[in-house]
């Protein structure tokens, strides 16, 4: 089982830069989510899709865009990068109110 | 400033010791998760708590909601090195039950 499959990596960018991030679960779950990850902030959360066709600001959304293109995908995107920026970026997916998330391995983001 | 506030932020302690975590808020959660993470990869589900007041058990580890749903605490008995990780506790905030908010985290080291 793949579960949920983040791509790419790693990634550095420049100032100014933009770039998608991708993310597909093969779980069929409802929910899907997008956090950021810094040292001693734990995990903030971005963005969420309750379901598929709807989209929601969470606790950091702005310079971020999201996209919920199907029940699989769910995309991230830094229209102009900013070194404040760098992080790692975590995708999640649930199935029903109160599941567990499953997470994907992470997108390390380095802006220079 | 985060909805969750985990303290300590730092655990580094002996084989065999015991710990508490702490995770606060002022606000009133539906319902609280608490998650491990290792590092390169995404956080693990441990438990869910639902009812105020309610305790869980893990093996070791013993988890406890706040009577008033605010509040929750970890306690691990007779750690062992392979407890050593991130701990993360995360709520469903304000009864947008899709709305998964993270604490700051603790990090725990065991030593053998």
């Known amino acids: 089982n793949a579960g949920v499959t983040q791509t790419p990596k790693f990634q550095v960018l420049k100032t100014g830069q933009s770039m998608t991030l991708q993310c597909a679960q093969d779980?069929?779950?409802?929910?899907m989510y997008w956090y950021r990850q810094d040292p001693g902030m734990g995990l903030r959360l971005i963005y969420y899709?309750?379901?598929?066709?709807?989209?929601d600001k969470g606790e950091v959304p702005n310079g971020y865009n999201v996209s919920r293109l199907n029940k699989r995908e769910f995309s991230l995107r830094l229209e102009s990068a900013a070194p404040s920026q760098t992080s790692v970026y975590f995708c999640?997916?649930?199935?029903?109110?109160?599941?567990?998330?499953?997470f994907g391995n992470g997108t390390r983001l380095t802006v220079t | 400033t985060q909805l969750l506030e985990q303290s300590p932020q730092f655990l580094s302690i002996q084989e065999g010791e015991n710990l508490t975590v702490y995770c606060n808020s002022s606000?009133?959660?539906?319902?609280l998760q608490w998650y491990r993470q290792e590092p390169g990869e995404g956080p693990v589900l441990l438990v869910t708590v639902v009812t105020g007041g309610e305790v869980k058990k893990l093996k070791r580890l013993t988890f406890q909601f706040g009577d008033a749903r605010k509040d929750s605490s970890l306690h691990i008995t007779a750690a062992q090195p392979g407890d050593t990780g991130l701990y993360l506790c995360?709520?469903?905030?304000?009864?947008?039950?899709?709305?998964?908010?993270f604490g700051t985290g603790t990090l725990l080291a065991v030593q053998p």
């Open positions: 779980m069929n779950h409802n929910s």
């Open positions: 899709s309750a379901s598929e066709g709807t989209t």
């Open positions: 999640a997916s649930k199935t029903f109110i109160g599941s567990p998330l499953h």
């Open positions: 606000s009133v959660f539906s319902s």
């Open positions: 995360a709520g469903y905030y304000g009864g947008a039950t899709n709305k998964l908010i």
